[in-house]
């Protein structure tokens, strides 16, 4: 599973090129590359479900761009995994915090579950690179990441964009980027 090149659009609604001020002239779209190297290196996630009552539920979770897909774990029993169960469509969202600087990103999709073992051991790979060898326990203590994808504790998912949107903030210039996939 992986993405393909997006259609990139600027909403000059909502971009600099609306309102234009010294040095904001030729706001342009952000390009899908410094995305992806955006969502490669950002360590926390905020991951939207919905509940099966139609409430939302909103948690931060740590997840992993390989190739073209966000992949994150979860324990079978959480509650993020029940609300996938019931409805897969999701929204995984990253940024600054800043006001004045930085690129916040959402990528929405639909969550699939990752079961074959040759594709989680891409994923285990993966985020081993990422955030090291460990992830925490139902108990509060540290474990083996892959040990846990591979026995089942942790289920994993992976999010394929099918739209991502980013709000780009620099020296006082606001852009709102969506792209779209096929």
Request: hydrophobic letters at 40%; one cysteine or more; glycine letters at 8%.
């Amino acid at each position: 599973m992986s993405a393909q090149q997006p259609r990139t659009e600027l909403d000059a609604r909502y971009s600099s090129a609306l309102n234009p001020r010294p040095g904001a002239e030729g706001v342009t779209a952000t390009e899908w590359a410094q995305a992806r190297r955006e969502l490669a290196a950002a360590e926390i996630f905020w991951l939207s479900t919905v509940r099966s009552d139609g409430r939302l539920h909103i948690t931060p979770v740590i997840a992993a761009w390989h190739d073209g897909v966000l992949y994150f774990a979860t324990g079978p029993a959480e509650q993020k995994a029940k609300n996938l169960a019931h409805d897969a469509h999701c929204a995984l969202t990253t940024g600054r915090n800043s006001l004045t600087e930085g690129l916040d990103l959402v990528v929405e999709g639909t969550a699939q579950r990752v079961t074959d073992p040759a594709a989680l051991e891409q994923v285990v790979a993966a985020y081993e690179e990422k955030y090291g060898d460990h992830i925490t326990s139902p108990e509060g203590t540290f474990h083996g990441i892959g040990d846990a994808m591979r026995k089942g504790d942790a289920v994993v998912f992976a999010v394929a964009p099918a739209t991502a949107y980013g709000f780009g903030r620099h020296s006082g210039v606001f852009s709102h980027t969506r792209w779209t996939f096929a």
